[in-house]
């Protein structure tokens, strides 16, 4: 057993520090630090070219993509790092986690060439087609058909709940290409350009950032078969396989970790006395975080020794969710009404805290993975 | 003993007016418009008497107040509610008039972070035990808050002490307990209606117990909420000696259910409880910034344990 970083991660993690601490001094925060909204993204295309330039954008890729061979450990530190500070790379965190690795494993050289320099080079927005009004938890039931025309497919219907939708350049979108088969067959992945004709973006205002999320409306919408990622009809487990990367690479419990501390600092600073429930309210989140990171390390492990998934990763999402909001109730224990200030660190945090159970897939589906893959309990 | 739990039938008339009110001045979803206390609304409540509860001149007692804002939380509803009511039980009659009419708001609170500042005329200094009428020393400086409510950091400068503010913080937290346990007995209501609409895995989300256990259990405490703040309410008009504990135990109470219940509001709903039109966030935003007034929490507690002999 090692539970100790190597020399070359701690002067990674340094190094890296004296850069944001260059690159994002003062002020970032506000708008700017909503990830989700315009501001943010913008942001992310100049942030996101500097670390590429540095080679911090897509270290952990093969050299054949523009990787130097970083570790997953190095990976976490970015993510960590990143994530702490608000995620400076705004949605392009998705590129570089899973959307990129997906086109890699799955995607034709022709498609490589296209979408993964750009990714690399920290200048593209995606976002994810998923949701549907009728299909949310149960992602299978999705109706948005695609159905074969020459070399293009024709696609109709509406996505739901898209983050970036009204800025992004592309879209990872999940379709039905088989309507007649079993639910989980029948879904393909198609890449498509977000000027395709066809396709109106609407924005839904949400209260965790301004624009948080869109929806959008496909009307014979033509994108070319050259676009479908994997084998047509075999999309789940290409979206199955993509996500699960997803689960540990938003390290959410960093930025919870860091609130805290900050939220800490300021209150030992300004003498405030701070009474025994909000000294239990803060030992009890910090005691979370520190649950969710060692669970979050336990996923990178594996994935450093390149053990398949296992539901450890399931483990962490939970332990975040429950960090994310015992560091919220925390806060408002230690700041009163402080913590209403719109736009602080404290409130986004309140706002995230109550999103986390939902974002990225629900809390309870999240438990009904661990009691089954976990506790090996039975599905009914 | 006897127990009734029930309002009366002018408290419940009261009640119901409260609520036409706010259908009226409502969205439909409750106060989702950006207007953070839209004229018509906080004039309607004037005119209904609302405002002024509690005092000498407008009549009514904590009940009436209780009873009111159980159905200004279930709808959401903005404004200095639980302000106006501490102020009424500290403010002579001519400093409580414009209040009590709607054509000034009162500001009470712990400076420098002051409720409603920017808007507010009347200023009331309070800590766990004695208030202050004060007034702003130059303009108080604009925060947005996360519920959308204009608040304002300023200098106050006391004007003349207002005495033992006992009695008015266990109005104040006895009104926040009522509108928090309306807000969440609310959000119980909606999500369960939700629950049973919403269709995932060919059938209501409600037949999965990770989606009705949660409900249930909130539907507890929400109850035992909202019966501890017609308790507090009932023994602040009794003038029973345990009235100031009794406030502070609804108070925490409501807090710990409300806050609970918007969480399970969020999870029910989903993404559509993170809309601004949607019917959960405005009111979940609320709920946190409710559960902070009219004192903080901490006195809450040590006013518990001060009525155990701790």
Redesign the interface.
Known sequence: MEFDWTEEDLSYRSELQDFLAEELPGRWEGATAVLGSADNAEYSRRFAGLLAEKGWLTPHWPAEWGGTGATPWMLAVLGEELWSRGEPRGPQYMNVNWIGPSIMAHGTPEQCQRYLPPIAAGDVIWCQGF?EP?????LA?LRTRAVLDGDDYVVNGSK??TSYGDIADHCYLLVRTDAQAERHRGISVLLMAMDSPGLVVRP?????GEH??TELFLTDVRVPVANRLGPENEGWSVVREALSFERVGAPRWARAAHVLDETVRGAMEQGQSI?P??VEAVGVAKTACEAARMLCYRVIDERARDLPPSPHANVARVAMVQAE?LVA?AC??LQ????????SDS?LQ??KS??A??AAG???VQ??LVSRRHLRLPKN | MSLDLSYRSEQSELARSVDGLCRRCGTGAGFTDSDPLPEQYWRGLAELGVLGLGTAAGGGGALEIAAAMEQLGAHGAPGPLVGTFTAGALLDPSEMEPISDGSRLASV??PP?M?WATEAGVFVEIDSSEAWLSRPVGAPEP?????G?P?GRAELERLRPLGDATAAIALGQTAAAAYLAGAAQNLVEIASQYAKDR???NRPIAT?Q??SHPLASCSVSVAASRIMARGAASAIDDGDPDAPAAAARARLSAVASA?AA??QA??TF??I?????GPV?HV??RI??L???PI???SA?ARILESLGI
């Open positions: 949701s009728e299909a949310g938890t149960d039931s739901i709940w839904i205002p949400g209260m965790v948080s999320f009474d429930v909000a909001r109730d408002a224990a009163g009404n402080e913590i209403m200030r719109y736009g409130d309140m706002r109550l999103a159970g939902v629900t809390y309870e438990l009904n | 609170g712990q972070l409720p925060v947005d808050t996360t519920a409510e608040w269709v995932q895995f999965f990770a989606i806050t918007a969480y969020h999870q989903g993404a409880g993170f809309t601004i039109e966030a979940s935003l946190r910034q559960s902070l007034q903080p929490q901490a507690r």
